[in-house]
């Protein structure tokens, strides 16, 4: 008898291959198996040793052996990826699964679905490194399985601070730091590395061959090195105060606390003078970049500062300003850093200063350049807001040596106005530098403005040189001038004493932030063994954030400059003439205080 035979439709056929071809497509991926011996110091693996098999550090298939073997009993399936699903499952073609044994490093072998593969694992024991607290010097005892420098330091990443090596045929150093753009990418064996790390650890590497032992030496990469800091003066009259600050104080400190330290460094301070130049200002700074000095103290008036900085963001160089304040450079992400907060909190002062005395209408005569334009561009509508008048701007270019024009446009104006509002409500607001004395000497031969209280800003205040050559002028003209102040403190007067007896001057917030900035770029320096501005400057804020120093906390702002300030107001007076501390300008509330003892009178005010 024949078998039955079914026949289908053609409608059922149809189905049949539709719900076929369905199945096909939803097949799980083919794994790749392995097997085979297991053995550890070439002994067979005891039972329960832990094979695991891992793609991308992720854990996809684990057994234990049992009689020194895997696979067999159970099976050791590495599962394929499903390309229909977003999870990955497993591996792909090409994948490389790594195989560990009780944790060990053991092997790596490529994925292939639906292969059939014989492994024998030995588990690779790790070489040890152990690695103290600050700088380390070692070399790979070993090939790494991967040479990528966060797979060579994963263990010990979290506190590792920054790797550098040497190529002794470019003579180019590469660096590492976790989290930035770094162009050391690999460690590989026969290299030196240094390793600065925050706290002791073991490193474990995963590798074969032998490297020829392992170097573990705490060495700074400057031992020995002799660390040169440009510092650019703004004129020669600066010199005499600014030699004698470097060479018997803030070199002798900074070089005894490297000593104190263990630090076989020693810091060299050159000094330069602009000659109260922009040009000569940027000479010197490509000098020095040429010398391979890369850390200038300098920019110390804005249009120094301005003409430099350029040169300074192309090459890598860091630029630290003293006394630098225009708000036109006040800059993000720029390698110009100030100690001296900017003219948008000098401005407020002055206005504040003037009108607080009773000035209602004033004569502003400036130099011409981006100090004083930003201070003027601020000064103006603060003090017409309080209902001042500004009745001429007198601008004159920086290099000008003779200023009788300029004082008889300055004579007629204030002239015109003294019936108006009054002699005693008309003033003179002179920012300048230097060329004060000139314009004080000058200024006695026209009798309105001379009569008249005069009023500056910090480029007016402590200029030895109003004392030495126009000492009567000065006094009798007072010349109040807004200078950001130091809070009082042990370290300032420390510094005030020890300045004052190598230069019989009174320490200046400028100076005492030389002193200030002196230390925060050396401690940049140790911090990161290294004189490259491009490793320096990225260290610059959180140093000078923690540092509390002569000048009061140096605390910068996001574009690099001082956080906050208040003023003192100084003059000249006296006999025999001397800087005199005439008031207060307080920063947070906007007030200014005078010492009327100082001044002999009451200020009539608004």
């Known amino acids: 008898m024949r078998p039955k035979v079914r026949r289908l439709s053609a409608v059922a056929l149809i189905a049949l291959m539709t719900i076929f071809s369905v199945i096909v497509y939803a097949a799980p991926q083919v794994p790749h198996q392995f097997y085979g011996q297991v053995t550890i110091d070439g002994l067979p693996a005891p039972d329960g040793t832990l094979v695991e098999a891992r793609i991308d550090g992720v854990t996809y298939a684990e057994t234990p052996t049992v009689g020194g073997r895997y696979g067999y009993e159970p099976m050791f399936q590495v599962p394929a990826d499903d390309p229909g699903t977003t999870v990955v499952e497993g591996g792909v073609n090409g994948d490389t699964v790594k195989f560990y044994v009780d944790g060990l490093w053991a092997v790596n072998h490529a994925f ?14 790790p070489f040890e490194i152990f690695l103290v607290d600050g700088w380390n010097l070692i070399g790979l005892p070993c090939i790494p399985e991967d040479p990528s420098i966060e797979v060579v330091l994963a263990d010990i990443l979290d506190n590792v601070k920054s790797v550098w090596t040497f190529d002794g045929e470019t003579g180019i150093w590469s660096s590492y730091s976790p989290g930035a753009p770094s162009d050391l990418t690999e460690m590989v064996e026969g290299k030196g590395y240094w390793i600065k790390m925050t706290a002791d650890k073991i490193l474990r590497i995963y590798g074969s061959g032998t490297g020829g032992g392992t170097i573990i030496v705490k060495v700074p990469l400057l031992d020995g090195e002799t660390v040169k800091i440009g510092v650019i003066v703004p004129s020669t009259t600066t010199l005499e105060t600014i030699v004698p600050l470097f060479n018997q104080i803030i070199k002798p ?62 090459n890598d160089m860091l630029m630290f300003s003293p006394s630098s304040t225009s708000p036109l450079l006040a800059i993000p992400n720029d390698n110009l850093f100030r100690m001296a907060p900017t003219d948008l909190k000098q401005a407020p002062a002055i206005a504040e200063m003037l009108w607080n005395y009773g000035i209602k209408a004033v004569v502003f005569m400036q130099r011409g350049d981006i100090w004083a334009d930003g201070i003027y561009n601020e000064f103006v509508p603060l003090f017409e807001a309080k209902g001042g008048v500004v009745l001429d701007r007198i601008r004159y270019a920086y290099e000008v040596t003779e200023f009788s024009s300029y004082l008889q446009v300055a004579e007629d104006a204030a002239a015109a106005a003294i019936p108006t509002y009054g002699a005693d409500r008309v003033a003179v607001e002179l920012l300048s530098f230097q060329e004060a004395v000139t314009i004080v000497t000058q200024a006695e031969d026209y009798p309105t403005i001379y009569s008249l209280p005069w009023f500056g800003g910090d480029g007016t205040a402590f200029i030895q040189q109003l004392i030495d050559d126009a000492p009567t002028q000065a006094a009798h003209l007072g010349i109040y001038s807004t200078l950001a102040t130091a809070p009082q403190s042990q370290k300032y007067s420390d510094l005030y004493d020890r300045y004052y007896a190598i230069t019989s001057q009174p320490l200046g917030i400028y100076n005492a932030n030389y002193y200030d900035i002196a230390w925060a770029i050396a401690k940049a320096v140790l911090e990161s063994q290294s004189t490259r501005g491009t490793d320096v400057i990225p260290l610059i804020p959180q140093i000078c954030y923690d540092l509390w120093g002569a000048s009061g906390w140096c605390r910068l702002d996001q574009n690099g400059d001082r956080y906050e300030a208040n003023y003192d107001i100084w003059g000249y007076g006296g006999s025999p003439v001397q800087n005199v501390h005439y008031g207060y300008y307080n920063g947070v509330n906007g007030q200014v205080t005078w010492d009327t003892a100082a001044l002999g009178f009451t200020p009539k005010g608004p």
């Open 112 to 125: 292939l679905s639906g292969e059939i593969t014989e492994l024998p694992l030995e588990p690779t024991i």
């Open 253 to 314: 400190d900074i070089n005894a606390y490297c000593a104190k330290l263990g630090y076989d460094v020693n810091f060299e301070f050159l000094i330069e003078d602009a000659v109260a130049e922009a040009d000569i200002h940027l000479e010197k700074v490509q000098a020095f970049h040429e010398m391979g000095v890369n850390l200038i103290i300098g920019g110390g008036w804005s249009a120094q500062a301005a003409g430099s900085l350029g040169y300074c963001n192309v």
